[in-house]
């Protein structure tokens, strides 16, 4: 059975071990490691320059300073949940109290070197990501493949919402590697883990990579979902022991409102509850018209990431549960559209279908437009049409939505095609 990660081929190119997954190489693959990894870092320097050099100070990795003052919090003892970073951002603490414990060695670094410490650690953690997503393609590269990673890096890295992370010190590439490395890779060299476990601990990190727990129950994995709500409520109730205070006033308190997560109308919120808080309607209108979208979304989306289980595809398979996670939560910033990455690699597959390229490379350049501020400038501007300046100012979203669309269609045509084939082959005269 041939899934998103495949092609309706059946011709297969020679394995290749990828760099930053796990394989190891000769000293011609070493060579090829070597020039994809300089050529993946050349092309983020201009990135790396404007949000750490050239940004301004009282906006630099303001969410990557939340992080550390919740360690902070906990160090020194001061209410984690009620405290906020200095004017003029004044952002408080959003995340699980597991996330402050992790976040105590940060408070311990200089801000000034963490920012930096924290954007290399990204920048591996894209290298990663990428060498998982991409791999059946880059396995066609044979001893090149680490300078095809690279390459792939190199563009990813100018995708907005991955510079929208690396300006913002966030935390996403973080959960979208241990989701990867959980569910299509499994193990790094010859350490291995149970499935779910590290999904397990990207909820009781960050709670919205919770959908994949949604869809272990939706595809009956029932050792995976076991694995990561062991996981996820071990460290969680470790968290009780260590900090009761913070832990209790996170989900009493800190968890049911949302408005600590900042203006949930504006440009940056690209779930789909933005979109209709945009339209600015009614408080029951605005409810009731969310909640359907997200009937709709949650059915069609596990849908999809149904679909990608069942043709074998892991990588499409998480690629659909990230995609869903930024529809149906409360608020999805611009960065966490990262997980388009997963998806653009889900799309190309191995890369020797023409319509799977073309559909991966239209999807890569429709990333890297950064469309809600380009639409929030138009719907300033009383000479363009509201709807279009809409649809723009929400171009995260219908991207989000076209991807799990295209993901849908080239399975199922493939699916189809590989139907036929079969048919064929079994009525054809011998």
């Known amino acids: ?8 081929s059946q011709v297969r190119a020679p394995a290749a071990r990828v760099p930053g997954t796990g394989g190891t190489g000769d000293g011609v693959r070493g060579r090829w490691f070597w020039a994809g990894l300089l050529l993946f870092l050349l092309a983020a320097a201009p990135v790396v320059h404007r949000y750490l050099v050239d940004h301004p100070q009282d906006q630099w990795q303001v969410d990557l ?54 954007t290399a650690f990204q920048l591996a953690l894209l290298w990663i990501t990428v060498g998982i997503a991409f ?140 979109m209709v808080l945009r339209l600015y309607l009614s408080p029951v209108a605005t409810q009731v018209l969310w909640l359907a979208l997200v009937a709709v979304a949650a059915v069609l989306g596990f849908g999809v990431a149904r679909r990608m289980h069942r043709e074998g595809s892991r990588v499409g398979e998480v690629a659909a549960c990230g995609l869903v996670a930024v529809l149906l939560s409360p608020v999805s910033w611009l960065h966490h559209v990262h997980w388009g990455v997963v998806a653009l690699g889900a799309l190309a597959g191995a890369g020797w279908s023409r319509r799977r390229l073309v559909v991966a490379g239209v999807g890569a350049v429709l990333l890297w437009c950064p469309w809600p501020w380009w639409g929030a400038n138009l719907v300033a501007q009383p000479e363009v049409p509201r709807v279009l300046a809409r649809l723009v100012q929400n ?36």
């Open 135 to 274: 791999r059946p393609l880059l396995a066609r590269a044979g001893e090149r493949a680490a300078l095809a990673q690279g390459a792939v890096c190199a563009v990813a890295v100018w995708f907005s919402p991955v510079g929208e992370g690396i300006r913002f010190g966030q935390v996403n590439a973080v959960l979208i590697a241990l989701c990867l490395l959980d569910l299509a890779r499994g193990h790094v060299g010859r350490f291995r883990w149970p499935r779910g476990v590290l999904v397990g601990l990207a909820v009781a990190i960050k709670l919205t990579p919770g959908v994949f727990l949604i869809h272990f129950a939706v595809t009956r994995q029932w050792r995976e979902l076991r694995n990561a709500v062991v996981a996820a409520a071990g460290v969680t109730a470790a968290t009780f022991l260590l900090a009761p205070e913070a832990s209790l006033a996170f989900w009493t308190d800190a968890l049911l409102s949302s408005d600590r997560l900042g203006p949930n109308a504006g440009s940056s919120n690209q779930s789909l509850r933005g």
């Open 395 to 430: 171009g995260d979203l219908l991207w989000t939505v076209a991807a799990l669309w295209a993901l849908h269609r080239l399975v199922r045509r493939e699916h189809t095609a590989i139907q036929g084939s079969t048919k064929s082959s079994l009525i054809a005269p011998s």
């Open 1 to 8: 059975m041939i899934g998103a990660d495949d092609s309706s």
């Open 65 to 118: 300073q939340v992080y550390r003052e919740a360690g902070r919090s906990l160090l020194v003892g001061r209410p984690v949940y009620s405290y906020e970073t200095e004017v003029p951002q004044l952002l408080p603490f959003t995340y699980p109290t597991f996330s402050a414990v992790l976040a105590i060695p940060l408070a311990l670094v200089p801000f000034g070197v963490l920012g930096w410490v924290w």
